[in-house]
Structure formats: structure tokens, C-alpha cells
């Protein structure tokens, strides 16, 4: 088992940065592959980053079209925690954010490959 809680939420205006957190406890994510999703209203669940284990300490990145390059997932392996960076944060941005994890090591881009979920963060730009 292991439980997630997303943070570092908010209002903010179009160009701004923001930091989401996500703890975890229960368990060591070290080996998980571990993701962000987003919801906005009205819209499905869609996939934001994910960051997968190669082996020892080498994790790949992947990111959605709509945030490449303003976006960074990153981990703090000693803190169980992972990090999703988002710069030049556009209205198109506000939604709920998930953090999830694959507790198989694999996991991808779609949701059906995460079984443990976050309660999520609200995320609001205003222009």
C-alpha cells in the first residue's frame, strides 16, 4: 500500500510558475514508476509527465505534448516524494492534478497503468 498527497496547489496568473509536491508514505516509490495526471472541468483524466526507473538511480522522463518544455517531474527519493514544475502556466492549465504510481516499474501514459492515486491538487491560471 502506499498513500499519496498531492500539494503546492493554487491560484495563479497566466506566465507563472508553480511547484506541485507529492508525498508518499506506506512504501519506497524508489523503484515505482511515477506520474502526474490532470482533470480539468468537463474533460477526462489526461496524462502530464512520468518519471520511470532504468535501473539504480537512472530514471527517463516523459512528457505530454501540451507541457513539454514548461514542465519538469523530478524525485527526492530520500523524501518519497515527487515534484512536478510547471513554468509559463497558461488558463488552458487549470485543472486537478494527480500524482499516481505503478508500483509494477512499469507504467506509461495511461491511467489504467497507475493503482495508487492522490486525492489531487487544484491548479487554477487566470489570465
Known amino acids: 500500500q502506499v498513500l499519496l498527497v498531492e500539494s503546492g496547489g493554487g491560484l495563479v496568473q497566466a506566465e507563472d510558475s508553480l511547484r506541485l509536491s507529492c508525498a508518499a508514505s506506506?512504501?519506497?516509490?524508489?523503484?515505482?514508476?511515477m506520474a502526474w495526471f490532470r482533470q480539468a472541468p468537463g474533460k477526462e483524466r489526461e496524462f502530464v509527465a512520468s518519471?520511470?526507473?532504468?535501473?539504480?538511480?537512472?530514471?527517463?522522463?516523459n512528457y505530454a505534448d501540451s507541457v513539454k518544455g514548461r514542465a519538469a517531474i523530478s524525485r527526492h527519493n530520500a523524501e518519497n516524494t515527487v515534484y512536478l514544475e510547471m513554468n509559463s502556466l497558461k488558463p488552458d492549465d487549470t485543472a486537478v492534478y494527480y500524482c499516481?504510481?505503478?508500483?509494477?516499474?512499469?507504467?506509461?501514459?495511461?491511467?489504467?497503468?497507475?493503482?495508487?492515486w492522490g486525492q489531487g491538487t487544484q491548479v487554477t491560471v487566470s489570465s
Open positions: 499516481a504510481a505503478d508500483t509494477t516499474g512499469g507504467g506509461g501514459s495511461l491511467d489504467s497503468e497507475y493503482d495508487y
Open positions: 506506506g512504501r519506497s516509490i524508489s523503484r515505482d514508476t
Open positions: 518519471s520511470r526507473r532504468l535501473g539504480g538511480n537512472v530514471y527517463t522522463t
